[in-house]
T-cell receptor
Framework: QSALTQPASVSGSPGQSITISCTGTSSDVGAYDYVSWYQQHPGKAPKFIIYDVNKRPSGVSNRFSGSKSGNTASLTISGLQAEDEADYFC??????????FGSGTKVTVL | EAQLEESGGGSVQPGGSLRLSCATSGFTFSSYAMGWVRQAPGKGLEWISTISGTGGDTYYADSVKGRFTISRDNSKNTLYLQMNSLRAEDTSVYFCARAYALRFFDWVDWGQGTLVSV
């Protein structure tokens, strides 16, 4: 099964909002509200920032928000900060009882 | 605070085997599903396996099914990944992770990873 499709890179200036898309199929993203997002800084382990499409684990900034429409989920980062510069990965539960990650998006703060 | 530490990585010839371990502390190990996620150098994340808290249910990605076996020892708070018939494309950093709440595919705590080179 191929990875979910994300843009390779997204950039924005400090204070702006950016949105990262995550496109799957009717067997994963489109079938379940079990989309999650992770942030990964270089050389570090990923950090869990969104689950169930739009819920934030305790301690995660409310500048991160998620949504979904059809087979595409999205992560929005508002009030972009320098510390948000990282790689972001979406993931979804699938109808095959597996997990599948997205291809990853590098966020650059200009 | 949950702590996870992988070990057992290294360099192996194609067709060889390795066993990864993940020692944990700071949470009730048997209450949570655990899993392995890998990341090839410079590439994205790939979920490869999940095991339930009791160890009675296991799930695998197609890319490793039949070659890798996930297991756990709840008396030792340790997770394992037995990797057989290794291929060049298995070269990755392997992370162990604790599932969030009662989930099987959402990962709230991660180790720092161990590198496997094939």
């Amino acid at each position: 099964q191929s990875a979910l499709t994300q843009p390779a890179s997204v950039s924005g200036s400090p204070g702006q909002s950016i949105t990262i898309s995550c496109t799957g199929t009717s067997s994963d993203v489109g079938a379940y509200d079990y989309v999650s997002w992770y942030q990964q800084h270089p050389g570090k382990a990923p950090k869990f920032i969104i689950y169930d499409v739009n819920k934030r684990p305790s301690g995660v900034s409310n500048r991160f928000s998620g949504s979904k429409s059809g087979n595409t989920a999205s992560l929005t980062i508002s009030g972009l900060q320098a510390e948000d510069e990282a790689d972001y990965f979406c993931t979804s539960y699938t109808s095959s009882t597996t997990g599948i990650f997205g291809s990853g998006t590098k966020v650059t703060v200009l | 605070e949950a702590q996870l530490e992988e070990s057992g990585g290294g360099s192996v010839q194609p067709g060889g085997s390795l066993r990864l371990s993940c020692a944990t502390s700071g949470f009730t190990f048997s209450s949570y599903a655990m899993g392995w996620v890998r990341q090839a150098p410079g590439k994205g994340l790939e979920w490869i396996s999940t095991i339930s808290g009791t160890g009675g249910d296991t799930y695998y990605a197609d890319s490793v099914k039949g070659r890798f076996t996930i297991s756990r020892d709840n008396s030792k708070n340790t997770l394992y990944l037995q990797m057989n018939s290794l291929r060049a494309e298995d070269t990755s950093v392997y992370f162990c992770a604790r599932a969030y709440a009662l989930r099987f595919f959402d990962w709230v705590d991660w180790g720092q990873g161990t590198l496997v080179s094939v």
